[in-house]
């Protein structure tokens, strides 16, 4: 029993079959998770410490070093890089792929365990969290109120809002932005504590003792026991100010006396603005392992009960994620349908029958059903990559179905058979050689799903989307059509073919002869055509290593962000009043839709950008346009415009846009990264400023800037050792005291149920904090009386560092550049000659990191695929021919296709990158499917007895239909992602050009070189005629 | 024939037309080649990186008072006295309590008075009783030399008439001294202030046993107050008696200016701080001595200074420098400068009036470097 007479005689089983698998693929459809890429991080691990006071050099030191050291010795890190900045340690932890996030997390945490008591003492608990801090918020909600003052906002934002949305499932955190919150702020009077005697600790202590709540043990009464309770907490700032700091006699001192006593918000060291007006942000993070989409809608649909209980305030989403993603997915789904459009109008040209055409179009959402099925079972979501997939997949997985459909229609047309009979030795003949092709392009698409790194987490989901819709596609021409076919073919009643037809069929005719022309002249010269097409070959292989490359190509996400640094040392108000023209211009922009705005860093807050946490002196503007096919100005354009408006505002020292997704791995913080690693920070930013300027003018670079320097504002305080000594006071003792002085110490908790505990926070009144001159006025409490610092000290005004960086163990400084115009390649090519030249100080050398290494890897990587791909089908094909030689001929066709590659990129405009290399890869198993169809036809005539021009001649001339259908409908249905059609297609559509122009080239020469080569080879070797006779 | 020709024309065209599709890809590949090749031989030049933006200051001569860092201190009084007892007695009356204020000469504290009321009447009476007896014995011995004159009585009995009147007149004298005595400790019972002053402290409630030297209330006088302030040592040297000194009372929220009167000679051993002491002419009516002072000292007044925000003048270890605006280009021009408070500075050599000064505090900017000024901001 063949098998069509098998799926005929249990066809209700396989119908019922088919039935189920489509509604559970239908089903899947809507249940697949939506994001915009594939989770291509890797599971990493960040601990943050606050080490309160202590300067970058020393957190680094002391600190971060510590952690780095111990990190580096657990299982599976591959990458650690560290951030230190004032009070402030940040490590992140990377770790391989195959590591779950949470089990990475607790050895993070069992490392920091064990390291604990080495640690400083005076250091906060490590805070060890289960993603990147550089991770961008996937949901930034913006407060505003008509009626509220910004302290009241930020007070909502901190208690019901925020416990609203942390039950969200996927929420890792929520940080609230915007320096509001309140405080119960004891401003001291310097001349009247003085003046009465009192110093700082005492009014410490004074506030943490009758802040009371204590436990007092249990007590009897009659037969029943009672707790004993000291509950007299602060309930005001009345009373805090009537706390007694002294009692003498009948005098008594109150903190009222000396300090002023508000709940106010405190100083702020960071804010936000949303379209230019101050808001108050509640940004979500999600959790490494969420649906970015899933978790958006639900915190969106989580603000409704809030709007209701809160009419006063305007909460606004003011940049949202998911909005892109569903924007993509929307748009590449259209693309879907345009390319089934596309495809089926060339099915039916090429089949000119409405039937079978019909066939065809059902069997088309039949695998794709099945298709977003077998993603469901393998965990796969909808994304740019898969869904690129879906639509590259489409000009694939009709070839199947056509090749069968004809055979069986040729047999119920020409052969006249009844339709059960065409259908069971329609797919008999094809099944071998349909089943052969499709496992050769599974055998491609193999390597390429377990190519490992980065690559092979963004190419997998592609590559197993491509193999499940072609299994599907194949599965689909041999069970759905058939049936089918069975049903509704008829044999055709008239021999005359219809008028429409006829106009159609005259240009293919001349396509046709033409064609034999071409192959008439190939086949007298063949040794000319073999050379004809070497050249071409080597013109083209030589045009594809001039032609630039890139990792991936950049793509119009409709999003950017703009890094803004003022002058070092430049203060908070003074940068929110700098850019708010820049914003309010954004905000009146008539293809902006958001403009979020974010300065300095909210204490505290887990995401921080890949900077680190800001200064006060730093911003980062994120700005929504609406999607690229709604308006005349490309990303970039804006970008540079927002670029050269902030180049004109005086105080900006910095402003840089980079677009959101500008590098493939969010991990990589430009495409351009020169390192200089080294241990002493002056050495650093010395050498780091001379590779500035030796690297400055390399065309295509738009912004190329350090990530740290030796340029924030300090002021030593160099301690007289004698003076202090002789007064008793000691250097940590003084350094406390100032701290507390200028920057405050929290005393303790002023607890307000059911909302958030607040901070009482201790210090100077501003007016005597403000100038160097003040700071020289702090006392300091001695046992011969308050002293002032300019006492026992002297100030040193210096420059010191924003931030200090580490990587894997080293302290290093990168240039981070971003480039425009020119391919990365060629820009990274420039950057290497230049940084080769560069004389760099010993112990101090400059790398080139970046997008590049990641670029390097990934090409490596693709590499090996690609060879691996090549063996995979010659393999395939040795089973298939049981020949050596001759799946050589026909993997001829595969350098060939480079010729159409190179001609489609350079027409198209596009360099070589991931994609490019992922679509040659693919153009391997597509190609050699010609050469199959060809050269089996011409060894089976050669076999009856044809001489070898008569057989090639045949077999192009019986083969050049089925070839130039598939070759079209393949092009048809790839051509809408080629072109761009959908938002966000940018990314991947070089795999549609490269397969475009490969198969267009592999088609014209396969059907000229392949002949060419076998006639010649049988000249040449008539071994190999006698040998397979 | 007809037929032949016929396909050997559409032969023909079909070549042509094939050529001509091919030929069309080809152009379109080599100018799309060239395009690539002209752009990686000869890119586009990098964009300059454009001249920072800065704002500036005109300089404008005015006036600009250097002050001393702030010093801290006290307002202290020289009329001070602890008033105590002169007697041992109990206090009967003790009136007034710390801050009352009294007139020279007011009575303070009332003792008892019994004890010496009566030694005094005691003392008197002896006085009468020893003038009785003195003038008895006067007479007795005015008697004894008449009788003597007349031979009636030998010389030793006048002798003894004489002697006992000049004990008795011992006596008296012996008792007037004791009464005087008597009469002084009376007075001791009550004590009055010596000038007119405000009580700081009582020391004795009515009822108190006070013991000879125990002090009984503190007197402060409001006369002559001025303030001593504390001088780092390094800051000894630069003041003068002479200089104005800005003084404020943060308790009465306070400024006066006066002048610094008398710089102590020696620093205090144990904080290695002199002081300077400055009288208030007219001192506000709540000032009171032991409030708290801080003091500027105005060390020089400038008549042609050049104000600037601190931010606006560069330093290092050796020098100080503005960058000044001429002709588009930032200009490193050596300056020298003085701390001004809040947050200011003053040029006093360098700029010439008119010159504009940077001031964005822009670390880019280097010596002849091309700026872009935008509008000048109000200082």
């Known amino acids: 029993m063949t098998w069509v007479e098998g799926l005929l005689r249990y066809r209700h089983t396989v119908l019922a079959l088919l039935a189920a698998a489509l509604i559970l693929g239908l089903q899947a459809r809507f249940d697949l998770p939506v994001q915009l890429f594939p989770d291509t991080d890797p599971p990493t691990v960040t601990v943050i410490t606050e080490y309160p006071g202590m300067a970058a050099l020393d957190v680094d030191r002391e600190l971060t070093r510590l952690l780095e050291e111990e990190f580096a010795s657990l299982d599976g890190v591959t990458r650690i890089s560290s951030s230190s900045q004032t009070g402030l340690s940040v490590a992140r932890v990377e770790f391989d792929y195959g590591i779950t996030s949470a089990l990475a997390a607790v050895d993070v945490q069992n490392a920091v365990g064990r390291l604990r008591p080495d640690l400083p003492a005076t250091i906060e608990e490590p805070q060890i969290l289960e993603f990147s801090t550089a991770d961008k918020p996937i949901i930034t909600i913006a407060l505003t109120s008509d009626t509220l003052a910004l302290d009241a906002i930020r007070e909502q934002a901190d208690n019901a809002i925020r416990e609203r949305l942390e039950w969200i499932p996927g929420v890792a955190a929520i940080d609230v932005v915007g320096g509001h919150k309140r405080e119960l702020h004891v401003a001291l009077d310097p001349e009247r504590t003085e003046a009465l005697g009192i110093d700082m600790p005492q009014v410490l202590e004074a506030l943490d003792d009758w802040n009371l709540m204590a436990p007092g043990g249990r007590v009897r009464i009659g037969e029943l026991e009672s707790v004993v309770r000291f509950d007299a907490p602060l309930r005001s700032e009345a009373d805090a100010r009537e706390i007694i700091l002294v009692a003498d006699g009948d005098t008594r001192v109150r903190l009222g006396d000396i300090a002023r006593v508000r709940l106010e918000p405190g100083e702020p060291r960071a804010a936000y603005r949303h379209d230019g007006q101050a808001a108050i942000a509640v940004q979500v993070l999600r959790r490494d392992d969420a649906n970015t989409v899933e978790v958006a809608a639900r915190v969106r649909e989580a603000l409704e009960p809030l709007r209701d209980a809160a009419p006063e305030l305007n909460i606004v989403v003011a940049d949202d994620d998911s909005v892109f993603t569903e924007k993509v997915i929307a748009d590449m789904t259209q693309t879907v349908m345009i390319a089934i459009a596309l495809t089926m109008v060339i099915v039916l040209l090429f089949l000119a029958d409405l039937r079978q055409a019909g066939i065809i179009a059902l069997s088309i959402p039949a695998a794709f059903l099945a298709t977003f099925g077998l993603m469901q079972l393998a965990s796969l979501d909808l994304n740019m990559v898969t869904m690129s997939a879906l639509i590259l997949a489409i000009g694939l997985l009709v070839d199947d179905g056509i090749v069968i459909l004809e055979n069986i229609h040729r047999h119920l047309d020409e052969e006249g058979q009844p339709p059960r009979q065409a259908a069971i030795e329609g797919v008999g003949e094809v099944f071998g050689a349909k089943l052969g092709g499709t496992l050769t392009t599974l055998g491609v698409l193999l390597p390429l799903a377990f190519m490992g790194g980065f690559i092979g987490e963004l190419f997998r989901p592609l590559a197993l989307t491509l193999a499940f819709a072609l299994s599907a596609s194949f599965v689909m021409a041999v069970t759905l059509i058939p049936l089918l076919a069975t049903y509704w073919l008829r044999p055709a009643t008239s021999t005359a073919t219809p008028r429409w037809r006829e106009t159609l069929e005259a240009p293919a005719r001349g396509v046709r002869h033409l064609y034999l022309d071409v192959l008439a002249l190939a086949l007298k010269r063949p040794l000319a055509t073999l050379v004809v097409a070497v050249m071409l070959l080597a013109l083209s292989l030589g045009m594809l290593r001039m032609t630039g490359s890139e990792m991936l190509p950049r793509f119009d996400s409709g999003g950017f962000q703009v890094l803004v640094d003022m002058a070092p040392g430049t203060r908070l108000d003074t940068t929110l009043a700098t850019l708010e023209p820049v914003e309010r211009y954004l905000a009146e922009h008539e293809y902006v839709v958001d403009v979020s705005s974010q300065f300095g860093h909210e204490t505290g807050a887990r995401s921080m950008g890949d900077r680190g946490a800001m200064g006060v002196n730093q911003a980062e503007i994120t700005v929504t346009l609406v999607p690229r096919t709604q308006r005349s100005l490309t990303q970039w354009e804006i970008m540079d415009d927002v670029r050269q408006r902030l180049e004109t505002t005086p105080g900006v020292t910095l402003a840089v846009p980079r677009e959101l997704g500008g590098t493939a791995r969010s991990s990589t913080a430009a495409p351009i990264i020169a390192r200089i690693s080294g241990e002493q920070a002056q050495t650093l930013d010395h050498t780091a400023s001379d590779l500035l300027n030796h690297l400055s003018g390399i065309p295509g670079i738009t912004d190329l800037y350090k990530d740290w320097a030796l340029d924030t504002p300090e002021v030593r305080v160099r301690v007289d050792h004698d003076r202090a000594a002789e007064l008793g006071l000691t250097g940590a003792g003084l350094a406390r005291a100032v701290h507390q002085a200028m920057d405050g110490a929290v005393a303790t908790r002023f607890r307000q149920p059911p909302k958030r505990d607040l901070d009482v926070v201790v210090r100077y009144q501003a007016s005597d904090r403000r100038y160097p001159e003040d700071l020289e006025g702090i006392l300091l409490p001695t046992r011969e009386g308050p002293v002032a610092l300019g006492e026992v000290a002297s100030l040193e005004h210096t420059l010191g560092p924003r931030i200090v960086t580490r990587e894997n163990g080293q302290r290093t400084l990168d240039i981070l550049g971003f480039h425009l115009g020119r391919p990365l390649s060629e820009v990274v090519a420039d950057v290497q000659q230049r940084l080769d030249t560069f004389a760099a100080p010993d112990g101090y050398p400059a790398t080139l990191a970046g997008e590049q290494a990641d670029f390097d890897e990934a090409r490596d990587h693709m590499m090996r695929a690609l060879l691996l791909a090549a063996l995979a089908v010659y393999l395939l094909l040795v089973v298939q021919f049981r020949s050596f030689a001759h799946p050589v001929i026909i993997m001829t066709a595969i350098p060939l296709q480079f010729i159409g590659v190179v001609a489609a990129l350079l027409i198209a405009g596009k360099y070589v990158s991931m994609p490019a290399l992922l679509g040659i890869i693919l153009l391997i198993g597509i190609v050699v499917n010609n050469s199959i169809i060809l050269l089996d036809l011409a060894r089976r005539r050669l076999a009856e007895g044809l001489d070898v021009y008569a057989a090639v001649t045949e077999a192009v001339e019986t083969r050049m239909r089925p070839i130039m259908m598939t070759a079209l409908s393949t092009i048809a249905g790839m051509l809408p992602l080629a072109l761009e059609m959908a938002v966000g297609a940018e990314r991947f559509s070089p795999i549609a050009t490269v397969i475009i122009g490969g198969i267009l080239a592999a088609t014209v020469l396969t059907l000229v070189v392949i002949p060419a080569l076998f006639v010649l080879l049988h000249r040449l070797v008539p071994a190999l005629h006698t040998a397979r006779g | ?379």
Not at chain 2, 130 to 158: C, H, K, M, V, Y
Not at chain 2, 236 to 260: F, N, W, Y
């Open chain 2, 1 to 379: 024939m007809k037929a032949s020709r016929t396909v050997c024309r559409r032969r023909a065209l079909r070549r042509t037309l094939g050529l001509l599709a091919l030929g069309g890809v080809a152009i379109v590949t080599v100018w799309s080649a060239t395009d690539r090749l002209s752009e990686r031989f000869s890119p586009e030049a990098a964009r300059a990186a454009p001249p920072p933006a800065v704002t500036t200051i005109s300089a404008e001569p005015t006036g600009a008072t250097l002050y001393s860092a702030a010093y801290r201190g006290s307002i202290e009084t020289r009329d001070e006295t602890t008033v105590s007892a002169r007697v041992a007695a109990r206090v009967l009356e003790s009136p007034l309590h710390a801050g009352d204020r009294v007139e020279e000469d007011e009575v303070l504290v009332r003792m008892d008075t019994d004890e010496t009321r009566l030694e005094v009447q005691q003392r008197e009476a002896a006085e009468q009783r020893l003038d009785g007896e003195r003038a008895t014995a006067q007479r007795n011995l005015d008697r004894q030399q008449d009788l003597f004159s007349r031979d009636l009585i030998p010389e030793s009995e006048i002798d003894d008439a004489r002697q006992r009147v000049a004990t008795l007149e011992a006596q008296l004298r012996e008792n007037r001294s004791a009464l005087e005595l008597a009469r002084k400790r009376l007075e001791y019972t009550t004590e009055r202030a010596p000038f007119t002053a405000q009580v700081r402290r009582t020391h004795v409630r009515p009822g108190d046993l006070a013991t000879s030297g125990q002090p009984l209330i503190e007197l402060v006088g409001l006369a002559d107050l001025h303030a001593v302030l504390r001088v780092p040592e390094r800051d000894t040297l630069l003041l003068k008696p002479g200089l104005d000194v800005e003084l404020t009372i943060p308790a009465l929220d306070h400024t006066v200016t006066s002048r610094l009167d008398r710089v102590y000679p020696t620093l205090d051993t144990s904080r290695r701080s002199g002081s300077f002491e400055t009288r208030l002419t007219e001192p506000p009516e709540a000032l009171r001595p032991g409030m708290a002072v801080q003091a500027r000292v105005v060390l020089e007044h400038l008549d042609h200074a050049i104000r600037v925000p601190a931010h606006a003048i560069w330093s290092d270890a050796k020098s100080q420098w503005v960058y000044r605006l001429e002709d588009g280009r930032a200009y490193h021009t050596e300056v020298v400068s003085r701390s001004l408070p809040n947050g200011e500075r003053a040029i006093l050599e360098g700029i010439e009036p008119g010159d504009r000064i940077i001031v964005t505090p822009d670390r880019r900017i280097r010596d002849g470097m091309p700026v872009h000024a935008v509008d000048d901001s109000p200082r």
